[in-house]
């Protein structure tokens, strides 16, 4: 099989690599094309990939290109992976947003909806093309906002692509691992939107281990979310929040913290990576030490302000280890390829899975994937205040797709004005002017 990585040039295409490495089944992927417009990120990237197969017989050809259309044609199964305006981009959008007293974080808030802007229009043309140039292909998005992207995605290739994040299996495995439960046995009952979800049950042998975890505090302040939120308000909420949804929960709290940071996430990471590819053009560098331990710093200060703020200490060192994107990713094409039945949390169409969304919206939740693809699991019915949250939300995510359809000015004050997390339709507007200031590819959204 023929697997394309657009974004080929990202610092996370050696996890995917090391994982494809693994697998030696027959059906497995044979050859890897990474796509980016920056031949020196390619570069880079291909030089660990080299190291990590060094020895192995059978592992996957790598190829790189700066030509898309080449990229995409013969794939069989297309990974996006892509940063519309890179870091420098991310750290914008933060910064615009602290400065009107809003969250700026890339997929949540006033950043989440500056970075949906800009990429929708990107990733419909991709989608377009794959349409076009690789009909077979499954696309499986990794681009963020995942949901956002997937459901602009979907609108022109149907269930042929499928996103996914690694937070809800992550949050699965970590309260799995507390209960003494084999995460392999377990069923996760989790819904809502990409990085807007809860964990209700964790079932194993059909019995709903989730309550003898919520009636021990001492279990409760013994992993990142129980110390992240507290026992009390887990307890109160009768469910495990994704680690994003802290943002809603201690908005204010989180605006402080990262209101006195001394960088933002975006900064921070633009400056690592800026230093990670600078090295990779030392031919004497070493690519896949010095990759794995900008990789290892990354991770340690993932959501560091947040935990701060909690008082959640240091990231245990289970959370620091890979087995996230790339070990859902593989699932889902092994499952799609040699139709090995699974089930995996995943970003697809509802398909009345959620009755509170109509059929057309991408949500996040358990579903059965085989050679047909991913078909979502009907959930029970969520609580009234998440439905207040997966609704206000789902209304943002569907102005912001206006906007990049139609240019419409207007509609991306609305998704603003909408959020929870802004709410102020002044500030909205000053927030539209200040990301089309600083990001000339808004432009486009010059219509009323």
């Excluded at 004050?413 to 102020?424: C, G, K």
């Excluded at 200031?437 to 959204?445: A, K």
């Amino acid at each position: 099989m023929k697997l394309t990585i657009l974004g080929g040039g990202g610092f996370r295409v050696p996890l995917v690599y090391g994982a494809l490495l693994g697998d030696h089944a027959e059906g497995r992927v044979t050859r890897v094309t990474l796509y980016d417009t920056d031949a020196d990120r390619l570069t880079a990237v291909a030089r660990v990939l080299a190291e990590q197969a060094a020895g192995i017989d059978d592992a996957p050809a790598v190829v790189a290109t700066g030509d898309l259309d080449e990229a995409l044609r013969g794939a069989d199964f297309v990974f996006s992976a892509i940063r519309v305006g890179g870091l420098e981009g991310r750290a914008a959008d933060e910064r615009v947003a602290l400065d009107e007293g809003v969250l700026g974080q890339e997929t949540v808030g006033a950043g989440g909806i500056a970075y949906g802007l800009r990429t929708v229009p990107v990733a419909t043309d991709l989608a377009r093309r794959v349409a076009r140039l690789a009909p077979d292909a499954w696309v499986i998005n990794f681009t963020n906002p995942a949901g956002l992207v997937t459901e602009a995605m979907a609108r022109h290739l149907g269930d042929r692509v499928i996103g996914i994040c690694d937070s809800p299996v992550g949050l699965g495995r970590r309260i799995a691992r507390v209960l003494g439960v084999d995460p392999d046995r377990a069923w996760i009952d989790y819904v809502g939107l990409n990085h807007l979800g809860w964990v209700r049950g964790l079932h194993v042998d059909g019995r709903d281990e989730l309550p003898r975890l919520l009636a021990d505090p001492a279990l409760l302040g013994s992993f990142e979310e129980g110390r992240l939120f507290g026992a009390d308000w887990l307890r109160s909420l009768g469910a495990v929040p994704n680690e994003y949804l802290h943002y809603y929960y201690f908005n204010r709290e989180a605006v402080r913290a990262y209101q006195g940071a001394e960088q933002t996430r975006g900064a921070f990471l633009r400056e690592q990576q800026e230093g990670f590819y600078a090295r990779m053009k030392d031919p004497a560098a070493p690519p896949l030490a010095t990759w794995d331990r900008t990789r290892a710093e990354r991770e340690a200060t993932y959501m560091s302000e947040n935990r701060d703020v909690a008082g959640a200490g240091e990231r245990e060192e289970s959370d620091l280890d890979s087995g996230g994107y790339e070990q859902v990713a593989l699932a889902l094409m092994r499952a799609v390829a040699r139709d090995e039945r699974t089930s995996l949390i995943l970003d697809v169409r509802n398909r009345g899975a959620l009755p509170v969304l109509d059929e057309d919206a991408v949500i996040e939740v358990p579903c059965l994937v085989d050679a047909n693809g991913a078909r979502p699991v009907a959930v029970d019915p969520l609580p009234y205040h998440a439905v207040g949250l997966v609704t206000a939300v789902k209304a943002v995510e569907r102005a912001v797709l206006e906007a990049a359809e139609s240019g419409s000015r207007s509609a991306a004050v609305r998704a603003f004005a909408l959020h929870p997390l802004v709410d102020s339709v002044s500030v909205a507007r000053r927030l539209v002017e200040g990301y089309t200031r600083v990001h000339p590819g808004l432009g486009y959204l010059d219509r009323p």
